[in-house]
């Protein structure tokens, strides 16, 4: 059963326009929920975070809104730039199980 | 160097050979995870060591043995694997055993296909 979900395989935005990423989990456990960003033959890295106590955090283009009653989170970056294209991977976690729980990943691509 | 490095980048392998992934973090972080990620799949946890001591093992078939020698250093020893093993391993390091907030830093990968 698979606990977090990134429905949407892909996604393609024009530059300078808002992207919209989205993730729903299952488990109402989660209470601190990450986004990481992965180009071609690199390994994720960190983009931002947020925790259960907030429903907005905001990191320069970026932000992640958190609606728990939804069990959703979506991730915002706008302007859209080319070097925004990349696979961007929810991930979500609960207090003492000690491991990140990730979805599959939604591939963005910024078309010029 | 700084980060997590993980050698060989690519890896082609017969299913009766015996090969070892590497991974070296130099950032001084106490625990280091394999992760599994398959095409279309979410990652996959199979290891956790914190401070060298294995903490979590996610039901990894025994093909696959870990090893972590000192905090630094992570080897995944691979043997008898199958095709369906074909996929992209990722080591990570975080500075404790993924406590809440903890962040993971990853490597660049290394892409197995079995034959």
């Known amino acids: 059963d698979q606990q977090v979900k990134q429905n949407s395989p892909s996604l393609s935005v024009q530059e300078g326009r808002i992207s919209i990423l989205n993730c729903d989990y299952t488990?109402?456990?989660?209470?601190?929920f990450l986004w990481y960003k992965k180009y071609p033959a690199e390994g994720p890295t960190f983009l931002i975070s947020?925790?259960?106590?907030?429903d907005k955090n905001e990191d320069g283009r970026f932000t992640v809104f958190l609606n728990k009653s939804a069990k959703h989170l979506s991730l915002h970056i706008v302007p859209s730039q080319p070097g925004d294209s990349a696979v961007y991977f929810c991930?979500?976690?609960?207090?003492?199980?000690?491991?990140?729980?990730f979805g599959q990943g939604t591939r963005l691509t910024i078309n010029p | 160097e700084t980060g997590v490095t993980q050698t060989p980048r690519h890896l082609v392998m017969g299913m009766t050979n015996k090969k070892s992934l590497k991974c070296e973090q130099h950032?001084?972080?106490?625990?280091m995870y394999w992760y599994k990620q398959s095409a279309k799949k979410p990652l996959e946890l199979m290891f956790v060591?914190?401070?060298?001591?294995?903490?979590e093992n996610n039901s990894v078939p025994s093909r696959f043995s870990p090893e972590c020698p000192n905090s630094s250093h992570l080897f995944l020893h691979l043997h008898t694997l199958q095709p369906e093993d074909s996929a992209l391993y990722l080591c990570?390091?975080?500075?404790?055993?993924?406590?809440?907030?903890?962040?993971?830093?990853f490597g660049s990968g290394t892409q197995l296909s079995v034959l």
């Open positions: 990570a390091s975080s500075q404790e055993t993924l406590q809440q907030y903890e962040k993971l830093f």
């Open positions: 488990n109402s456990m989660f209470d601190y």
């Open positions: 947020i925790s259960s106590i907030k």
């Open positions: 991930a979500a976690s609960a207090e003492g199980a000690q491991k990140l729980v």
């Open positions: 950032l001084g972080h106490n625990a």
């Open positions: 060591y914190s401070l060298e001591e294995r903490v």
